[in-house]
């Protein structure tokens, strides 16, 4: 007997941001938007509020999400201007810069200002022990953690791409992510998801109404008329429509920790249009935050995230023109607000928030657009209704009460495995902070005050002091960040691991010593190897 194709599963999505268009199109692709069994996908995006298009700089794991997607990567880089990003360049976050320094925006060391790599390569690991005991026993002599166990900063630092014309997409020798224009990757992002089944509609959800038992009944649009669906997602942005505004579901303040809760963003030019793009997003520490500042092929992204209990919007927007310099003349900078933090559930009833709805807590090491990823992925993975092999309803009663129940236990499933995530880069951003040893502010006492400093950082931060960071300390589904970015931002602050009790453990000096050798006498011949950034970028815009 042949079984009845039941009618699709229907998700709404509200917001046509980064976060409505990846999740579109990544649950598109992976539930089979359309196609039988599959899922009908709406997104409803209101034409009366904008997108905060400024999330430009993102984190490896978007290769993937990408490849997962389907987009061409020469497609994206073209069509969202998109550019390499081999990590994150740190100045003056360590040490307060010299008095007489004047600001840098040079690329590499510049005298009177402290600086450090975060690089996405992994640390080298040949056919030796792993290097960084013998890097902290003084196995490689003074060369800092991250230019001793990767050749990524040398790559980096001559301006190269990781990549070469010739690799595959989204392969490469090095580990990249990428800069783009926030915009044109929402745009992109749009046309890959209809291409992929969902149905855009432009309007506005005006009334969210429950449905008495915790969840979302239907969305009232005055364009569109109401809108059900079996699952809701929440992309209305900093406006939260559902999570927030409907379901009222609390927020958790991060603020006592991480302190930003502003930004002022502005576009500039490069001096020369030739100039050379850098593929690492230059990160600067101020008297009350720091400035991004992003290399696309034509422009320059730039702000300055900041503490409005430490500084002044007036202020703030002098230190960002001071960075800045001549560039900035003319040119108008944008106040965002945002306030640290995440909902304490992000899937409740029958509504999952993703993006800024959901949480964030400030640009730095972009982990607002890994957050949509992470959550686009999970959503995938603990679709209530199953993704193999179609959607079936049985009889309603039975199908009801056993959605009810399935989405119940997905909810609490999802929410622990989320809560921990973003408790675990609180820590990994704050780290960034109070390991500074600058006391020139308030803004850099205060980071440094215990009382700022989560317990499970501190007591972290008390056992690395006599031993290096172990696998145990790390939990890997709870983790965005591995244990190697760990490594590159505590030893690039300078934290102290003395090994020296425990030296007598650490035997293999000798085949440590030959790989910092080893790899030292390779990096002149990599970078070689490799094509600039301005050229390549180039040559994948004109040629695909
Ligand atoms: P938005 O872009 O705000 O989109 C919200 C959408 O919801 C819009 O389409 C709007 O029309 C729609 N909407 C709202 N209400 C309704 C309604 N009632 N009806 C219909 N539609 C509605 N992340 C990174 O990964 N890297 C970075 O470098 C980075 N830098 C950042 C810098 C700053 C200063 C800030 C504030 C954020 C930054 N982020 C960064 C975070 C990143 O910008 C966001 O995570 C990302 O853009 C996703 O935003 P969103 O889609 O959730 O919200």
Redesign the pocket.
């Known amino acids: 007997m042949a079984v009845a194709r039941a009618p699709e599963r229907r998700i709404v999505i509200?917001?046509?941001?980064?976060?409505?268009w990846l999740t579109a199109a990544y649950l598109a692709r992976t539930l089979r938007a359309g196609a039988p069994g599959g899922v009908d996908i709406t997104l409803?995006?209101?034409?009366?509020?904008?997108?905060?298009?400024?999330?430009?700089?993102?984190?490896p794991t978007i290769r993937s999400t990408l490849a997962a997607i389907g987009i061409d990567e020469a497609r994206f880089l073209r069509e969202s201007s998109a550019t390499f990003k081999q990590g994150i360049h740190f100045v003056d976050w360590a040490e307060t810069p010299a008095p007489d320094a004047s600001p840098t925006q040079a690329l590499g060391a510049v005298p009177g200002h402290s600086h450090y790599f975060h690089p996405f390569n992994f640390p080298h690991q040949g056919n030796g022990p792993e290097l960084l005991p013998y890097w902290l026993l003084g196995g490689a002599g003074d060369a800092p953690f991250a230019e001793a166990v990767t050749l990524q900063k040398a790559v980096a630092d001559a301006s190269r791409a990781p990549k070469r014309p010739v690799d595959p997409p989204y392969h490469a020798p090095l580990n990249y992510a990428y800069h783009f224009d926030?915009n044109r990757f929402?745009a992109l992002l749009r046309t890959v998801a209809i291409e992929l089944g969902v149905r855009h509609l432009v309007?506005?959800?005006?009334q969210v109404v429950l449905d008495g038992a915790g969840g979302v009944a239907r969305l009232d649009?005055s364009d569109h008329g109401a809108l059900t669906a079996d699952l809701y997602i929440d992309?209305?942005?900093?406006?939260a429509?559902i999570i927030g505004r409907a379901l009222n579901v609390p927020f958790k303040s991060c603020q006592d920790v991480l302190f930003n809760d502003r930004?002022l963003?502005l576009q500039v030019p490069y001096d020369q249009p030739d100039a050379p793009i850098p593929s690492y997003t230059v990160a600067t520490a101020h008297e009350a935050g720091w400035t991004?500042d992003?290399g696309l092929n034509d422009r320059r992204g730039t702000?300055y995230?900041y503490s409005s209990r430490h500084s002044d919007d007036t202020r703030a927007e002098e230190v960002l023109r001071r960075y800045l310099g001549p560039a900035a003349q003319g040119r108008e900078a944008r106040l965002?607000k945002?306030h640290s933090g995440y909902r304490t559930a992000q899937w409740v009833g029958n509504c999952v928030a993703?993006?800024?709805?959901g949480g964030?807590f400030?640009?730095l090491e972009?982990?607002?657009?890994?957050?949509?990823e992470v959550a686009a992925h999970m959503i995938a993975q603990f679709f209530p209704w199953g993704v193999q092999g179609g959607v079936q309803r049985g009889a309603q009663g039975e199908d009801s009460a056993r959605t009810a129940a399935s989405m119940a236990a997905t909810a609490r499933t999802y929410n622990a495995l989320m809560g921990k995530r973003y408790e675990r880069i609180v820590d990994f951003l704050k780290l960034h902070y109070c390991l500074s040893r600058r006391r020139d502010s308030a803004y850099w006492r205060d980071n440094a005050d215990p009382a700022t400093i989560p317990e499970a950082l501190r007591d972290r931060l008390a056992q690395w002091a006599h031993r290096p960071p172990s696998r145990y300390d790390f939990v890997a589904d709870h983790e965005t960040f591995l244990p190697a970015s760990y490594h590159y931002i505590l030893y690039g602050m300078g934290f102290k691991t003395d090994l020296e009790p425990s030296r007598a453990l650490y035997h293999r000096m000798d085949e440590a010593r030959h790989e910092f050798r080893g790899l030292r006498a390779v990096t002149p011949q990599a970078v070689d190897s490799l094509p600039t950034h301005r050229a390549l970028v180039e040559q994948v815009y004109r040629h695909g």
Do not use: H, K, N
Not at 14 to 20: D, E, F, I, R, S
Not at 44 to 58: A, H, R
Not at 354 to 357: D, I, R
């Open positions: 509200v917001g046509g941001g980064t976060a409505g409803i995006e209101s034409s009366d509020i904008g997108i905060i298009g400024v999330g430009e700089g993102t984190f926030a929402a309007g506005t959800v005006d649009t992309c209305s942005g900093f406006r429509e930004a963003a991004w992003i702000g995230v965002l945002f993703v993006g800024l709805s964030f400030e640009p972009s982990t607002g657009i890994m957050l949509i």
